[in-house]
């Protein structure tokens, strides 16, 4: 028996004597040793629980602080305290129990872990085990996270040749309804920790734990993707198809739409409509809800797979299915009405998934098919938060949506343009048209101008592409170029309304125009400037047709100030006005 767990049971009983209880060998603890009883473990554990209530308790001075803190970094020290702690644990719900016997075993792994013999190896892994899976309804959710974390620690050393159970282990909590989201919280620690590994392990472990995971990517992001379409289902009866692409005409006047014309354009719309929405159509007046366990669930499988996209390589980790999925999950905000945080949070965790893949620039060997999925959850999210934007009198539709989801959206746009519009735009089955149209209103409708000044950089990066194209091949530019006309000329006129206060006033007016910048420009020189250069950069495109309709929205603004003229007095020498 330990001798420190002994002082536990006896420190309230002799506390002048706490130097000679702590000292192994002294008389002391030979008398202690006397007087233990069979239920040794049990008095060690009451002893240890009442010095921490003392330790934390706001009656406890520094001196008596101090002198616990020594008992207990002893008690730490000692080779077989890791025994002691997991007993502890699985015997206590005491919460300052609970991390300090966490932390001792940490200590433990990090520091002794090498030199450990395999027998005792197996016992802690066996331990947490218990600790986590037998007794999961009952802890504190913060001790199951802990404790796992001290399982993914063991695998960052063991895993797999000393450690061949633990994934298994892990992958057969998930797939048991009982304690699913025990295995996906692990399972996202594991993906943290060994996916990308931090600088406490040598480099070539680190690169053999890389590849262990990639290993298992396929595996786990099919598994991930099973949930995900399994809360679908169950949760939201499948109703999960995007409303069907809304009719384009040539006959609208709205000057915030950019919907195309002609023959052509028609036709083409019309087939990209039948090859990426089929004839599914859902219920959009639907509200959308999750009970919390579903929504708990989602989140985490969200959390991990946009962790595995972070390191993994996509090829393994992305298909069709998934990316179906995660733009289910991004359009749940706007089937809840954005009405419920924890749906919203989830779609947000989607988007950011998504944004993991969108970023690192990946062409898939079935391009057509991710193409199509992609866009068939971009147009759904679109259409979702655009709907009532048909409504001059409507209030602004994006107005009530969360901000972090906007951005996260956004960020997907900007991505989704700098990486694939040359592929789209050249493919037959793209409605370029209809997804310009559709991120022109996204762009106009922003709440706020940071939002806006964001959607700016995607159009600028829109007429740059047209400039290299015309640099590329003159040609071949023009022919770019008249596919983008329409859609450039509007976001000019469009611009010039934007810097206006009689059109945006409400947002204008919360410009700084006192403090300056690093660069000595306030907050409304710098929005300014931004809508001025995009201008100009289309200008250089289509000089005539700009210059046409700047002159024409300078008139307009004009007319007030030149029909002042009409209320002067005439013949007047002093120009008397009639008002």
């Not at 015309?470 to 006309?485: A, D, W």
Request: net charge negative.
């Amino acid at each position: 028996t330990c001798a420190l767990p002994i002082c536990l049971i006896h420190f309230y009983k002799r506390q002048n004597a706490i130097l000679n209880l702590i000292a192994p060998g002294g008389s002391a603890v030979q008398l202690a040793k006397k007087e233990l009883t069979m239920d040794q473990n049990g008095e060690n554990l009451r002893g240890l629980e009442t010095l921490l209530n003392d330790f934390f308790s706001p009656a406890a001075g520094n001196e008596r602080k101090r002198e616990i803190e020594t008992i207990l970094s002893r008690f730490s020290s000692q080779e077989t305290a890791w025994r002691d702690c997991l007993f502890f644990l699985d015997n206590s719900s005491n919460h300052f129990l609970y991390m300090y016997c966490l932390n001792t075993v940490e200590q433990v792994i990090q520091r002794r872990w090498l030199m450990m013999v395999t027998e005792h190896k197996g016992e802690v892994r066996t331990a947490l085990h218990n600790i986590v899976f037998n007794n999961h309804n009952n802890l504190p959710p913060f001790v199951r996270r802990k404790t796992m974390k001290l399982m993914v620690d063991i695998a960052k050393v063991d895993w797999p040749h000393f450690y061949p159970d633990f994934f298994p282990q892990m992958l057969q909590l998930i797939h048991t309804q009982e304690t699913i989201l025990e295995g996906l919280t692990m399972l996202l620690i594991a993906c943290e920790e060994l996916g990308s590994p931090r600088e406490d392990i040598s480099t070539a472990r680190a690169i053999e734990l890389r590849k262990l995971m990639n290993h298992q990517v396929s595996h786990i992001s099919l598994a991930l993707t099973n949930i995900l379409e399994v809360v679908v289902e169950r949760e939201l009866g499948g109703s999960t198809t995007p409303p069907p692409s809304p009719s384009i005409s040539g006959d609208s006047e709205d000057s915030n739409s950019m919907d195309g014309t002609g023959q052509q354009s028609g036709h083409l719309l019309q087939i990209a409509s039948n090859k990426v929405l089929g004839e599914e159509g859902g219920d959009p007046s639907r509200v959308v809800q999750l009970d919390s366990r579903s929504i708990l669930i989602a989140s985490t499988c969200l959390k991990c797979l946009a962790q595995i996209f972070s390191w993994a390589n996509l090829p393994s980790a992305v298909n069709s299915r998934g990316i179906s999925a995660l733009f289910q999950f991004s359009s749940l905000v706007v089937k809840s009405k954005h009405t419920d945080q924890g749906i919203t949070d989830i779609s947000v965790l989607a988007m950011t998934a998504v944004n993991e893949i969108m970023a690192k620039n990946y062409v898939p060997m079935d391009f057509q098919d991710y193409l199509l999925s992609v866009y068939k959850g971009t147009l759904s999210i679109l259409q979702g938060l655009l709907v009532e934007t048909d409504n001059p009198s409507a209030v602004m539709p994006l107005q009530g949506v969360d901000e972090a989801f906007l951005d996260k959206l956004t960020d997907f746009l900007k991505y989704f343009v700098s990486f694939h519009l040359k592929r789209c735009e050249g493919n037959n089955y793209f409605p370029l048209l209809e997804f310009l149209s559709l991120m022109f209103k996204y762009s106009f409708m922003q709440p706020s101008i940071a939002g806006f000044s964001s959607c700016l950089e995607i159009w600028d990066t829109v007429v740059d592409y047209i400039q290299a194209g015309m640099e590329m091949n003159k040609e071949v530019g023009k022919s770019l170029l008249s596919r983008f006309q329409e859609a450039l000329l509007s976001l000019v006129f469009q611009l010039l309304r934007k810097i206006q206060f009689r059109y945006n006033s409400g947002q204008l007016d919360e410009l700084d125009t006192r403090s300056r910048d690093d660069n000595n420009e306030t907050e409304w020189q710098v929005f300014v400037t931004a809508a001025v250069e995009t201008i100009m950069k289309v200008a250089d495109l289509l000089p005539l047709d700009v210059v046409r309709i700047v002159d024409c929205v300078w008139k307009e603004t004009c007319i007030v100030y030149l029909d002042l003229e009409k209320l002067i007095v005439p013949d007047s020498p002093d120009r008397k006005s009639v008002v």
